[in-house]
Each structure stands twice: as C-alpha cells, then as structure tokens.
Nanobody
C-alpha cells in the first residue's frame, strides 16, 4: 500500500530554515507528481507546492514563492521541501501528498500523516 512518511518539522525562529522530507513507498514514485499541502491552526488546507514526476515542472503558492523550494530524488523515492526565511504565518501541519498523475494540478490520492512546523520567537 502507499506510504508517505514526513520528517523534518519542528520549532524555528522567524527568518530561519527547515527542510522537510517525505519518504515514499508502495508505488512507482518516479511516475507521479507530488505535492506539499499545509493546514494552519483553525484554517483550511492550502496547496503549497507541486512537482511533476520528473522534477522539471513546479508550482508554488504566492505566499511561499521565492522562499520555498520543492525537489525530489527519484533514486531515493524521497520528496523534499526546503523552507527559507520562515514567517510565523508558515506555522502549520505540512502534509506530503501523492498526486494521481505525473502532471501538476492532478487530484490527490494519498496523504502522509503530517509534520508540524512552528515558526515563533
């Protein structure tokens, strides 16, 4: 079965950096687009970033553009999200999500358990 296991969350000061990782198994990782989705306290889900199966196509929400970078290592079946210049409004649970096709904007069909990111001084 599909498994997505996030790691790398934690508490960081404003302006700091974190790198999230997502170890994937149970499917052919290099044939599916992947996404990061977050949920801030008391708010709905927010699409943060997507990457195509081969890694050449990427999407970023306006709120993170220029600060976050998504990338993947298909030899290690791992998805990453490098988060720089973090702001308090980035505080959220971050979910690794498997898309249903190779392309950006595909429907989501599997979710990880989430990892908490807290940005606070």
């Amino acid at each position: 079965q599909v498994q997505l296991v996030e790691s790398g969350g934690g508490l960081v000061q404003p302006g700091g950096s974190l790198r999230l990782s997502c170890a994937a198994s149970g499917f052919t990782f290099n044939t599916y687009a992947m996404s990061w989705v977050r949920q801030a306290p008391g708010k709905g889900l927010e699409r943060v970033s997507d990457i195509t199966s081969g890694g050449s196509g990427k999407y970023y929400a306006d709120s993170v553009k220029g600060r976050f970078a998504i990338f993947r290592d298909n030899t290690k079946n791992t998805l990453y999200l490098q988060m720089n210049n973090l702001k308090p409004e980035d505080t959220a649970v971050y979910y690794c999500v498997k898309d249903s096709t190779w392309a950006l904007g595909s429907k989501y069909d599997a979710w990880g358990q989430g990892t908490q990111v807290t940005v606070s001084s």
